[in-house]
């Protein structure tokens, strides 16, 4: 079955197809490297996430392009001000945010492209929309005519009929209120220091939105097939790249707009403007582990906001741990009988789960699923009739369904040896009565965040979460 995606440009559910069979090219806004990504922007991220994961299982390739904004008047401002050259500063956030995204489990998109390594082509972009007249120059500055593309407003939904013509605005971010013509280009004043380029154009720098319009178009293509971002993109941002993109290539720049709604802390959105916000760093520092975030950020459907909390975050650790041990038991599981029911169970999960994502990635009802699977199947289990068989096939059920929701632990190799070792010192201390040193194993164990039980068939760890 085809998933069916809400999309922004018609307000409807539709129908989803790539415009090549069987591969979808998409654009993923990226993060503005000026600082650590906080929590909802990862929220963003990792609806991104899920939706890349859930084309692939359904059997997609997927091309996706994430922009890295190393250039705009928000990494300006804060480079000057700490007094580090550009690049400097911007390659530290760059780092961080490649460390946080793999400690969140976010699968790498095929493509990362820095504003700053795409001059000439937002150059070559803004030269053509001059030529075209959707572009006009004062004191070396260069704006987009909103006027003259009748179409702009139609993604934010605006009416600007009656707007005055030649209103302009420099700024990369600002309200509806402020429908105006935008900035394409930036001729080089004071307040930016040393940070311009020399160009055809003459010497300054790009605006923010025109980098989206030039690197998609130079990795996907002049139309392609999904552009995401959060809901605060969609007006100026997103408004202006298809301004930018059908001025200049004179075709539709995109076929699906999907949009997530912000993460808020106490009804208000968290972002660095109101001072509410946690970085991933912050979370992690309180004990949490990241893919308990990662399961908070991404269980509820991404067209709701959704209020971060503390006890919600305590919650998530809590079904967490309902499938990573569900999972870990499972494997040690050796079978029993069969009630013949196993296999409809996990049938009746896959479907379900899958079903429940085709409509708009309705991720609730897709756990739900799973959940209700993890219960029958231990139900079945404790009744002994589960066979070798039907466990085999509950786990193949499980990795696929991980394969979109990314919350199984993966243990890894290297550090698993150095536990197994500390373990097997521990039972021979205890076989030699040393129950201090074992004691001391234990404690050592559970600073590494490894929680010990001694079964019948030998001492079993976990991650504790
Ligand atoms: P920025 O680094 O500000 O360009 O933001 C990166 C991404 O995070 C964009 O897609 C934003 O729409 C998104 N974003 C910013 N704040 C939030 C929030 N509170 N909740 C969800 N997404 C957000
Ligand atoms: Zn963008």
Not at 332 to 338: A, V
Request: proline content about 2%; some cysteine.
């Amino acid at each position: 079955m085809l998933p069916k995606f809400f999309n922004t440009l018609t307000r409807t559910k539709e129908e989803f197809k790539p415009l090549e069979d069987n591969h979808v090219r998409m654009y993923t806004c990226g993060p503005t490297v000026y600082d650590f990504a906080h929590i909802g922007n990862f929220r963003t991220f990792l609806f991104e996430d899920l939706l890349r994961r859930y084309l692939k299982f359904k059997g997609y390739k997927v091309t996706q392009v994430m922009n890295l904004t190393d250039i705009d008047d928000k990494t300006i401002k804060s480079a000057m001000a700490k007094k580090i050259p550009l690049g400097e500063f911007t390659a530290f956030y760059k780092r961080a945010f490649f460390e946080d995204i793999d400690k969140l489990g976010i699968e790498r998109a095929e493509y990362y492209p820095e504003a700053t390594a795409h001059i000439p082509e937002m150059v070559a972009m803004i030269k053509q929309l001059h030529e075209k007249a959707y572009a006009y120059v004062i004191d070396g500055n260069y704006y987009y005519s909103i006027a003259k593309f009748p179409e702009y407003g139609k993604l934010a939904h605006l009416d600007i009929a009656g707007l005055k013509a030649g209103v302009r605005i420099a700024a990369d971010e600002y309200e509806k209120e402020s429908v105006s013509d935008f900035a394409l280009w930036k001729a080089w004043d004071e307040n930016d220091g040393d940070i311009y380029w020399e160009t055809e154009i003459g010497k300054g720098r790009p605006g923010w939105h025109i980098e989206c319009s030039a690197m998609s178009m130079k990795y996907l293509g002049e139309t392609f097939d999904i552009h995401t971002g959060g809901v605060d993109n969609m007006f100026p941002h997103h408004e202006n790249e298809i301004a930018q993109s059908e001025g200049a290539n004179g075709k539709k720049f995109v076929n699906f707009w999907l949009h997530s709604e912000h993460l808020l802390v106490d009804g208000i959105k968290m972002s660095k403007r109101y001072n509410n916000y946690y970085t991933l760093r912050d979370i992690l520092d309180k004990g949490y582990a990241a893919v308990a975030v990662r399961y908070i950020l991404m269980a509820t459907n991404y067209r709701q906001q959704l209020n971060f909390t503390f006890d919600g975050l305590v919650s998530a650790r809590n079904g967490l741990e309902r499938y990573n041990d569900f999972y870990a038991n499972l494997k040690d599981y050796s079978g029993g009988q069969t009630s013949g029911e196993g296999k409809s169970i996990i049938e009746r999960m896959l479907k379900g789960f899958e079903d429940a994502l085709d409509d708009d990635l309705n991720i609730s009802p897709a756990l739900g699923e799973v959940f209700d699977f993890i219960r029958d199947i231990n139900r079945l289990k404790a009744e002994g009739l589960l066979s070798r068989e039907e466990r085999d096939s509950a786990l193949n059920a499980m990795e696929r369904v991980d394969s979109v929701l990314g919350f199984l632990i993966k243990k890894k190799a290297e550090i698993d040896a150095d536990i197994e070792n500390l373990i097997k010192e521990r039972t021979e201390a205890k076989k030699r009565r040393d129950f201090a040193a074992a004691d001391g194993i234990r404690r050592k164990l559970l600073d590494m965040g490894i929680i010990l039980e001694d079964t019948a068939s030998g001492t079993k760890w976990k991650r504790k979460l």
